[in-house]
């Protein structure tokens, strides 16, 4: 069955760029009309999705983050990738992959990597 | 603040059935289908109901879910332990453009 997996350091120093990629294995990344999607947890808190993209580069991202934001799909490698640029200790947090499943009418998470903790401290 | 309001917490017996609500908006739940997901402690989410009241294969239909204009529902009945979790409802937002999750709510098998 389809598996994600996170990857990238664990810990950034403020100011400087976050950068995880996502590695999909047990199906490919091209094809169907599916979006590979980054959403995050600080610690003790809630999710917030950060953005998402198809593999054609069709891209939607958080509008509270969207100035920082860069996210990539390599379809040679089927992974796909996060840059967080200019961070904060607010940008703390657990970063999950995830698949952008069912179609234009109804979509939903699924499945969902197993997350990366990622410390924003000097 | 997230834009769906879900209560923080819900409790309840084993065997019991307990339902936790998720509030939105025209913009959001009253336009767009609605998804709930399980976080148990320590663990990535994973989905639980889709398109309102889908569900994926080998979760027990003791789960259930709903949606009536800007608010949706999930019920869970004959509950178990291992239900004590962290769920999230989760919709698209026409006005933000992109997906929004509500601030969860801590299940807490008594």
């Known amino acids: 069955q389809l598996q994600l997996q996170e990857s990238g350091p664990g810990l950034v120093k403020p100011s400087e760029t976050l950068s995880l990629t996502c590695t999909v294995s ?10 590979w999607a980054w959403i995050r947890q600080p610690p003790g808190k809630g999710l917030e999705w950060i953005g998402q993209m198809s593999h054609i580069k069709n891209a939607y991202s958080n509008p509270s983050l969207k100035s920082r934001i860069t996210i990539s799909v390599d379809t040679s490698k089927n992974q796909f990738s996060l840059q967080l640029s200019s961070v904060t200790a607010a940008d703390t947090a657990i970063y999950y992959c995830a698949r952008r499943a069912g179609s234009s009418s109804s979509r939903w998470f699924d499945p969902w990597g197993q997350g990366t903790l990622v410390t924003v401290s000097s | ?30 336009s767009h289908t609605v998804d709930w997901y399980q976080q148990l402690p320590g663990a990535a989410p994973k989905l639980l109901i889709f398109s309102n009241n889908q569900r994926p294969s080998g979760v027990p239909d003791r789960f259930s879910g ?36 509500g601030g969860g709510t801590k299940l807490i098998v008594l």
Not at chain 1, 26 to 35: F, Q
Not at chain 2, 3 to 28: D, F, K, M
Request: proline share 4%; hydrophobic share 20%.
């Open chain 1, 26 to 35: 047990g199906g490919s990344i091209s094809g169907n009309d599916y979006y």
């Open chain 2, 66 to 101: 709903s949606k009536s204009g800007t608010s949706a529902s999930l019920a869970i009945s004959g509950l178990q332990s291992e239900d004590e979790a962290d769920y999230y409802c989760s919709t698209r937002d026409d006005s933000l453009n992109g997906v929004v999750f």
């Open chain 2, 1 to 30: 603040q997230s834009v769906l309001t879900q209560p923080p917490s819900a409790s309840g017996t084993p065997g019991q059935r307990v339902t936790i609500s998720c509030s939105g908006s025209t913009s959001n739940i009253g």
